[in-house]
């Protein structure tokens, strides 16, 4: 029986509609032996700090406020209720947080809306511990929700699911899913800990062919340690002792192998790109990626299904035709270079689709007098006395 199978997983329990968020992450007991539930699952590093990575991502980029009527769309400043939608001060970027750490551990997010306008539409919704949920299927198959054992109204509930299930109600956990992969970096980290812990296992050894007794013994190991701590003259032992220095077995080079690797994939478990953003890659192409490309493979398969479940649930929770979406464009900040050719771009000279004030905004500069009007693009007649086009407006010389 080896350190990481010591028997095989227990088979999966078969649930009800109407079962808690508690067993719907259970504690499972890992090929590994090792039990794991959201508590040891998050003294992963690996996973623990992928996790927190993905929701501080997601509550770092701007959200924009759109009204879309027909074809025309018309950006909005933020309502108190986007600015901070738990009303407690601590702002959006907090409250999206603490959504992706729930859903990131649990693979759900419960929100209690506590208070409304006199329209209906929520003006303050909470994030409560999804532990504390449970729901249950009337006869009709209405659901009816509990939080801490207190009945709430359907209507009155925000639910974020990840990975849904065809039948239930909550969505399925990645630590449920990935037990036996979390459970053997468990397993190896808890042995490597007691073998350099508790393992007494010294770094070298003073060895002598002479007969030594306890006090002359320690004598040696004295006057060695002295050296070593005063001064870096050469130390003379006597008594035919000679010094060798204690190598990791090939076993214990395996396990640190094996600590690396199973790192990797409890960090693949949250999603692409974040072993490469953690410095976890393990010999794959991914390794030879620069920070461009991997920020692209991030927001593409990790980070933008997250994006489009929030956006479509901020948005059930406001008024039509309001929606809201995320400015993937602020993740992707690119040298200084390839953010102007791609100024250059939007502002034309062909078919202009941006604002030089637009740019600007991006580069967290002042607006200019002039920036709101549409770029010139095509060509046009140039001014001999400044080189530039004559219908283009003057530089603003740094006084806007």
């Not at 009337?138 to 939080?147: F, K, P, Y």
């Not at 993937?328 to 062909?350: C, I, K, S």
Request: glycine fraction near 8%; avoid cysteine.
């Amino acid at each position: 029986m080896s350190l990481f199978f010591r028997g095989s997983p227990p088979a999966a329990e078969s649930r009800g509609l109407g079962d808690s968020i508690f067993q719907l992450v259970p504690s499972r007991i890992s090929a590994a032996g090792t039990a794991v539930d959201p508590s040891s699952a998050s003294t992963v590093v690996a996973f623990s700090t992928g996790v927190n990575l993905l929701a501080s991502l997601v509550a770092s980029i701007p959200l924009d406020l759109y009204s879309s009527r027909g074809g025309d769309r018309k950006q909005l400043p933020l309502t108190p209720f986007l600015t901070d939608p738990s009303g407690a001060g601590y702002g959006l970027g907090d409250w999206l947080h603490q959504m992706m750490d729930e859903a990131g551990y649990r693979g759900n997010a419960v929100g209690h809306v506590v208070a409304r306008d006199s329209l209906g539409y929520a003006t303050q919704v909470v994030w409560v511990p999804v532990q504390t949920v449970m729901t249950r299927r009337d006869n009709a198959g209405a659901v009816a929700w509990t939080i801490g054992g207190n009945p709430v109204p359907a209507q009155d509930i925000v639910h974020l699911r990840r990975f849904p299930k065809p039948g239930a109600v909550f969505g399925r956990s990645p630590i449920e899913q990935h037990a036996n992969t979390l459970g053997i970096h468990l397993a190896a980290s808890m042995y490597a800990s007691n073998y350099y812990g508790d393992g007494a296992h010294p770094t070298a050894i003073l060895k002598t062919d002479q007969a030594v007794n306890q006090d002359q013994a320690k004598a040696i190991k004295e006057r060695f340690m002295d050296a070593l701590r005063n001064t870096r003259a050469p130390v003379v032992l006597g008594a035919g002792v000679t010094f060798e220095r204690v190598q990791d077995s090939p076993a214990d080079a395996m396990l640190l192998e094996q600590l690396k690797y199973s790192a990797a994939d409890a960090a693949r478990i949250v999603g692409v790109g974040i072993p490469e953003l953690l410095g976890l890659s393990m010999g794959d192409s991914g390794t030879y990626k620069n920070r461009e490309q991997v920020a692209n493979d991030l927001l593409a398969y990790t980070l933008d299904p997250w994006l489009v479940k929030i956006e479509n649930l901020i948005s059930s929770l406001l008024p039509r035709p309001h929606s809201v979406k995320f400015n993937r464009g602020a993740l992707l900040r690119t040298d200084l270079v390839q953010r102007y050719t791609a100024y250059r771009m939007a502002l034309g000279p062909t078919a202009a689709f941006s604002t030089v004030n637009e740019v600007r905004a991006l580069e967290d500069m002042p607006p200019v007098e002039w920036g709101d009007s549409e770029p010139v693009t095509g060509a046009q007649p140039v001014d001999p006395a400044s080189g530039a086009a004559a219908d283009e407006p003057k530089a603003d010389n740094g006084k806007q």
